[in-house]
């Protein structure tokens, strides 16, 4: 999302200080899950792509909260070594979501409705996520994934997937969403999920500049169930 808000256009009616956007420019990629990944070395095929999609995201569409661990590189052109990142990510249905960076500084990033708020070293800002349309677009892709809705998806993005093993719950699979259309398209070439059965394990950002964010996710718990304290921890900015 950092890497999204920094090329806004100036006639956006809300932008983010140049300091918030060099501090955030390894933040949220994404971020409903379980383990996200196990890439599979059996030959992808496409046959029943589109039933295997509904099937998962009406899987996804059944959890009610998670958590995970994420690790997170950056590949940059200009950087000889990836911007690396690590923490958590916290998830309650129906659009709360929160990515906690623990190294190699501290940060967070909220998620809840229409607005985005991210933190870093006491400093605070929030994104009218309905002002900021291209914004909105890369938030909206992975709260609808979690949400397992593929008609608001596909409003957004052209949906492409590989399948390969038994899609009932074991076999591998490749979703690859590409934006429709400008401002979007001029940002982001693609965004890939992959998984094993409901266990999703990665995401993969690749910008049409050619930087690409690899997210790996591990520990995830889609059994999650937070205590009102929990919300209240997790889901704040300090």
Do not use: N
Request: proline content about 5%; hydrophobic content about 40%.
């Amino acid at each position: 999302i950092a890497q999204v808000t920094a090329q806004l256009p100036t006639a956006a009616p809300v932008r983010p200080t140049a300091s918030l956007e060099a501090r955030f420019d390894s933040s949220l990629s994404a971020d409903s899950l379980r383990a996200w990944m196990k890439i599979l070395t059996a030959r992808p095929h496409h046959a029943d792509a589109q039933d295997t999609l509904d099937q998962l995201l009406e899987r996804f569409a059944r959890i009610e909260a998670f958590e995970c661990r994420f690790h997170e590189e950056k590949s940059i052109a200009l950087l000889s070594r990836p911007i690396v990142s690590d923490g958590t990510i916290h998830y309650v249905r129906p659009g709360r979501l929160a990515r906690r960076v623990s190294s190699p500084s501290p940060q967070v990033v909220l998620i809840e409705g229409s607005t985005l708020r991210m933190a870093d070293g006491g400093h605070e800002e929030s994104i009218d996520l309905a002002s900021q349309p291209v914004v909105r677009s890369f938030v909206d892709s992975i709260v609808q994934l979690l949400a397992g809705d593929r008609a608001a998806i596909e409003r957004s993005y052209v949906v492409a997937m590989e399948g390969w093993g038994s899609s009932e719950g074991g076999g591998g699979w490749r979703i690859t969403m590409r934006p429709r259309a400008a401002p979007l398209s001029e940002l982001l070439g693609s965004v890939s999920f992959e998984g094993s059965g409901t266990t999703l394990g990665r995401m993969v950002m690749t910008e049409t500049s050619g930087d690409v964010t690899t997210t790996t996710f591990s520990d995830v718990d889609t059994e999650r169930r937070y205590s009102p304290a929990d919300l209240t921890r997790l889901f704040s900015l300090r």
